[in-house]
């Protein structure tokens, strides 16, 4: 199965607009990140639990997925 938390995701930094990268659960756990262009740090925070929202809605259709393939054959 795959490690939805591992997936590297691409944030744009709010004083510069440069893109980085961060790990979803960088965002779950509400880390603070650092811009690599301008250095300013960026609190990454998501309102009414979105985050785990987003995460339990991927995780779940991936589970119907892969039962879905399972009976395919069947």
Known sequence: MIDINKIWVDIECPKCGYLDNIQIVDAK???????HNCKVSIKLSGSEASVHQ?????????KELENLFKNFGK
């Open 29 to 35: 756990t509400e880390m603070t990140v650092f811009c």
């Open 54 to 62: 987003g995460i339990n809605n991927i995780s779940n259709s991936i």
